[in-house]
């Protein structure tokens, strides 16, 4: 028996394949920390640049160039008002699905 849930997450982000492949394994990591933070209950990731920017070791400034790179290939989009911290949204160009199957003990009782 399978079924599809929501997972939930703490204390690590995801490097998705298909971004390291495309973009590097830092603009990955940016990507898995923006995506962490869209999958708690706003889906929306409301961390500032700085915040996230720490998460993954950048200084700020790298940070806006890899998430504006994520904004231009339509990885993020972003709403952001001028004075306030922007708002990052994930767009499912790449995204996880976790699938949890019951296992058969009686394997593992040997």
Not at 70 to 86: A, I, T
Request: glycine letters at 8%; aromatic letters at 12%; charged letters at 25%.
């Amino acid at each position: 028996m399978s079924r599809e849930m929501k997972a939930s997450m703490s204390g690590w982000s995801p490097i998705f394949d298909s971004v390291a492949d495309e973009f590097g394994l830092v603009t990955a990591a940016v990507y898995g920390v923006v995506w962490r933070y869209c999958n708690m209950k706003s889906g929306r990731c409301f961390a500032s640049q700085e915040t996230l920017a720490k998460k993954v070791a950048l200084k700020r400034r790298s940070m806006v160039k890899h998430l504006d790179t994520l904004v231009k290939y339509g990885y993020l989009k972003v709403y952001g008002e001028r004075g306030r911290p922007n708002v990052y949204f994930l767009t499912g160009a790449a995204d996880m699905n976790i699938s949890i199957t019951e296992v058969d003990t009686r394997l593992f009782d040997k």
